[in-house]
């Protein structure tokens, strides 16, 4: 069921008008539903309910602190890769006991911080990160509870920017190091072993390669299991995928019900870290038609978003389905590039799209709730868009419009 549907002619989110969001808060502007956001995490949820398990809700794909708390009182642990997102989630309610830090670059203050904190767990990626760790541990008198991010060498089949767990990318222990590195790391002080885990890729619309690198993962958990290494959880990362398109992924439960049953009678707790498939159709970005042009080649709808609030389509020549938030009196149309403002020819949200429209009118470009605002950036000096989260009829804005002025608030020139 899509919480974004069109009543009497007008796409609404939830009960509230797209149109009168536009009009109050003005364009470009995220707008997020509650009760989509809701219902991805528990139908996510519930799907691993035959299991011990714990969402660990992946903060990069959505940030903003209104959906981290959403899932907070959801009971969501957050997986994250920054100190800042580690901030986002203390200052969102989020519990850190709940919270696993995964990334390649963590700084030893940042190490000091999710310590300071509390964290559940450092999914650590490398020989060099489990040294520093423990160093950071031992000055700080406390213990870090660890567990490695292998690299199971898995063909996610997905966009080449967002596959991770293949040999040549810079994700995880390769994984014939892993086990030395896991009795390496059992003589470490200050350090705890806890867990295995992986993140092959995002957007996967099939559940094989993620069946496979579980395996390849439980493989090594029973060989450590054999060596006296005993562990608490195994952790299968983020990354599956919605429909943008044509695309078909698996369903929640099918995804669960391929993962769950192969981890047999082991006492592992099974942790997962979904992104996209959370927050991706809970959201749509609002713009509004600025011109209409008419090429020699082509035809340019210019509107008010540009690559900047949305980096997807630009970055993966990613596909959102673009709807006219006003339906009333369409008839066929004619192809058009959807392009921003900015100075790039890479700057386009949608292209060859047939529709009929008018200057000034507004559109929604759906399925831009993961990647969205979070990957926006002020380029071309622009003011980072609003963001408003409907709850039935009601809306609330839950991040102002950037102004001008705060983007050059931050800058000096000499003297
Ligand atoms: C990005 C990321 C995720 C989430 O990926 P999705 O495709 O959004 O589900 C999970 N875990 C790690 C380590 C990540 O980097």
Redesign the pocket.
């Known amino acids: 069921m899509s919480h974004f549907e069109y009543k009497n002619g007008e796409l609404h989110a939830e009960s509230a008008s797209l149109r009168q969001i536009a009009e109050r808060f003005g364009t470009p502007c995220y707008v997020y539903s509650r009760a989509a956001l809701t219902a991805a995490y528990r139908a996510f949820d519930a799907a691993f309910a035959g299991h011990d398990h714990l969402v ?1 809700y ?1 903060v ?2 959505n940030s903003n602190l209104a959906v981290l708390n959403l899932f907070a009182r959801l009971g969501s642990g957050f ?1 994250i ?1 920054s100190g800042g997102e580690l901030q986002r989630v203390l200052g969102a309610g989020g519990d850190p006991a709940k919270v696993v830090f ?2 390649v670059g963590k700084s030893a203050e940042e190490m000091r911080e999710a310590l300071a904190a509390g964290i559940l767990c450092f ?1 650590v990626e490398s020989e060099a990160e489990l040294a520093r760790l423990s160093r950071v541990a031992a000055r700080a008198g406390g213990t870090a509870a660890v567990s490695l ?1 292998v690299n199971p060498d898995v063909d996610p089949r997905t966009h080449p920017y ?1 596959a ?1 767990g293949l040999r040549q990318n810079k ?1 995880g222990v390769p994984y014939r190091d892993a086990l030395d590195l896991y009795r390496r790391a059992r003589e470490l002080p200050n350090i705890a072993i806890s867990g295995i885990g992986c ?1 092959i ?4 619309t099939d559940v094989t390669p993620f069946v496979a690198a579980l395996d390849r993962i439980l493989e090594l958990a029973d060989r450590l299991q054999a060596d006296g290494i005993a562990l608490a959880h195994v952790d299968i ?5 919605i429909r943008y398109h044509d695309e078909s992924p698996p369903r929640v439960e099918d995804y669960a019900s391929a993962l769950a049953p192969r981890l047999g009678r082991r006492a592992l707790k099974l942790l997962l ?6 927050v ?1 159709h809970a959201g749509v970005l609002l713009t509004r038609v600025e011109y209409l042009k008419r090429g020699p080649e082509k035809n340019f709808a210019v509107v008010d978003a540009a690559m900047n609030d949305l980096m997807r389509p630009a970055l993966y020549d990613a596909w959102h389905d673009v709807l006219p938030v006003s339906r009333a009196g369409r008839s066929g149309g004619a192809p058009y590039e959807i392009v921003g403002p900015v100075c790039e020819s890479g700057d386009f949200l949608a292209r060859g799209r047939t529709l009929e429209l008018r200057e000034a009118e507004l559109l929604a470009v759906m399925a831009a709730g ?2 969205g605002m979070s990957m926006s950036s002020n380029y071309n000096t622009r003011p980072r868009a609003a963001e408003v989260m409907v709850d039935g009829g009601d809306t609330y804005l839950v991040r102002e419009r950037e102004t001008v002025a705060q983007l050059l608030a931050r800058e000096t020139i000499l003297p």
């Open positions: 660990c992946a990069k794909a997986d890769v995964s990334g999914n991010r967002i991770t994700f993140h890729g995002s957007q996967l990362g983020g990354g599956l995928g870290e979904p992104g996209r498939v959370l991706g993961a990647y």
